[in-house]
């Protein structure tokens, strides 16, 4: 990510972090339920988030207009 300058949150150097040595251990050490739930999660937050700042957004605009 350095090489392509995107921002990385420190949540997910984290992860990235337990997950990886939970992996140099064994595979079976990861909770990969758990992980895929985790990448759900921030696959989805950035759309949902806009979703809900348009709606935020049109029902104040309907209001202060």
Known sequence: TEHFKI???TTHTITGSIIGVG???RVSAVRWGVTV???WAW??????????AALV???LSFFIN
């Open 57 to 59: 957004y049109f029902l």
């Open 43 to 52: 696959i989805i937050t950035i759309p949902v988030s806009a979703i809900i």
């Open 23 to 25: 992996v140099t251990k």
């Open 37 to 39: 739930k985790l990448l």
């Open 7 to 9: 921002p990385v949150s």
